[in-house]
């Protein structure tokens, strides 16, 4: 759906042919912190598991784990790219889109899930890592 065509300035055929919803979904941050809109958004493999971006789907050790559209948003963002470092008010920003939340112990109740779902040890994360006072980061 998104060709060639945001490569030469055509959000606006994006968005006749997206839909606006697409195009928002589709906005991932680059490493100087400009927005832009990836054509594809391949397969990626970390360590034990892969992400599908287009079936939204993970696997580990073969089999598909189940994660909740949040978690799944969040595992995407920290995958935008991946190594980037995500403050906690970026990724609130992000995920709660404007709505508030009363603590921010939430994100963090999230994060801690995603390694219990994916990181061989949650205890001592490999690729879920937190960056004390800062936020957080996928490490490959």
Known sequence: VLGSGMRTGGVAVAMRRA???????????????ASTLPITRRPMRIGSFAVDFE???????GGIVHL???????LATLLSPPGALNTRSELIDRLWAGRRISDTRTLDTHMRRLRQKLEVDPTKPRHLV???????????
Request: hydrophobic share 30%; net charge positive.
């Open 19 to 33: 839909g606006i919803g697409v195009l928002q979904q589709r906005r991932v941050r680059t490493s100087n912190g």
């Open 68 to 74: 909740s559209r949040l978690e799944f948003d969040l």
């Open 130 to 140: 937190t960056v004390r006072g800062v936020g957080f980061r996928l490490d490959p």
């Open 55 to 61: 079936s939204r789907t993970v696997t580990r050790g």
